[in-house]
């Protein structure tokens, strides 16, 4: 169990510019959440996948969002045309199973925090 | 629809000092509790969680935590603080048969500790 792993763990990008995120899971979890956290809040829930197939994307995940799992193993998640609203952590989980299995506990990578200038 | 309140943003206590952070919660039915903790610049860790049962659950790193249906609640506590606890903790709640995507999470409660 090597962990859920972020790249990368910061970007400074411009406003206006498109950035590109990428999780990992642990190998073995189907499914795979992302989060979005602002300073002084808890995560806020954006979409997550079971396998390759998106099941449910957040009302917080505008048009310029779009996130892929296209093998159901790693994930990206892609902002395009940057605004300063969207400065935060994004935070990426997985999990091996459904909720509320008490064996399926949710992992959490260590962020990728974004900065738009 | 749940909601989750911590009332506390930030606490101070003193190494060695018992701990306990407030979580309360708004769901008509049975909730699904969990606590987590946060270090900067880190992802967020499991340390507890309720599903059924005792009402007074047990974690990592010595916390514990106990519902009560009566008042709406899942507090935090440990009785003897130690310095590397100094983190984020967030109080979340899930409902019967969703999943992770609509477990709510608390604002958290920064807790400092003083050597």
């Known amino acids: 169990d090597t962990g859920v792993s972020q790249n990368p763990r910061h970007k400074i990008t411009k406003r206006g510019q498109n950035v590109t995120f990428r999780c990992d899971p642990i190998?073995?979890?189907?499914?795979l959440y992302w989060y979005r956290q602002t300073l002084g809040q808890g995560p806020e829930f954006l979409t997550y996948?079971?396998?390759?197939?998106?099941?449910?994307k957040s009302r917080l995940l505008s048009d310029r969002f779009s996130a892929e799992r296209p093998k159901g193993s790693f994930s990206t998640l892609e902002i395009q045309r940057t605004e300063q609203g969207d400065s935060a952590m994004y935070l990426c989980?997985?999990?091996?199973?459904?909720?509320?299995?008490?064996?399926?506990?949710?992992?959490f990578g260590n962020g990728t925090r974004l900065t738009v200038t | 629809a749940q909601s989750v309140t911590q009332p506390d943003i930030h606490i101070t206590v003193s190494e060695g000092a018992s701990l306990e952070l407030r979580c309360n919660y708004s769901y008509g039915a049975t909730p699904y509790l969990f606590w987590y903790v946060q270090s900067p610049g880190q992802g967020l860790q499991l340390l507890l969680k309720y599903f059924s049962g005792d009402t007074l659950v047990q974690g990592i790193k010595g916390f514990e935590a106990e519902f009560k249906r009566s008042q709406s609640s899942f507090n935090l506590r440990k009785p003897s603080v130690h310095w590397s606890d100094a983190a984020e903790y967030f109080c979340?709640?899930?409902?019967?048969?969703?999943?992770?995507?609509?477990?709510?999470f608390g604002p958290g409660t920064s807790l400092s500790v003083i050597p």
């Open positions: 979340a709640v899930g409902t019967e048969k969703t999943s992770y995507d609509k477990v709510i």
């Open positions: 996948f079971q396998n390759e197939a998106q099941l449910e």
């Open positions: 989980a997985s999990s091996p199973g459904t909720f509320p299995n008490n064996n399926s506990p949710l992992h």
């Open positions: 190998s073995e979890h189907n499914r």
